[in-house]
Nanobody, 115 residues
Framework: QVQLVESGGGLVQAGGSLRLSCAAS????????MGWYRQAPGQQRELVAV???????NYADSMKGRFTITSDNVKNTVYLQMSSLKPEDTAVYYC?????????WGQGTQVTVSS
């Protein structure tokens, strides 16, 4: 099993930056994929970015160039650096892990971008 704990959400003005962290309960080098999804009110949960255990990254088109996903195998933590934030980035951001053919989710962290 994998437990995921997110942190780093908050309120920021448009154009600002935030860094989200997701700490895993086991070595992330053993986890196939980790990443971030988000869900805005009344919207479906959508992919933000993922990173594989081999370091390959993938981003949703609207996040490319603004968001960066990285991992720290020593701290067993995945980060999402968000820059040039827009009001439409407002959502609950969820950490995700795929481990041994099962999906795991964190509790979510709120990101609010004011205009």
């Amino acid at each position: 099993q994998v437990q995921l704990v997110e942190s780093g959400g908050g309120l920021v003005q448009a154009g600002g930056s935030l860094r989200l962290s997701c700490a895993a309960s086991r070595s992330i080098s053993s986890i196939n994929r980790m990443g971030w999804y988000r869900q805005a009110p009344g919207q479906q949960r959508e992919l933000v970015a993922v990173i594989t255990s081999g370091g390959t990254t993938n981003y949703a088109d609207s996040m490319k160039g603004r968001f960066t996903i990285t991992s720290d195998n020593v701290k067993n933590t995945v980060y999402l650096q968000m820059s040039s934030l827009k009001p439409e980035d407002t959502a609950v951001y969820y950490c995700y892990a795929q481990f041994q053919f099962r999906d795991y989710w964190g509790q979510g962290t709120q990101v609010t971008v004011s205009s």
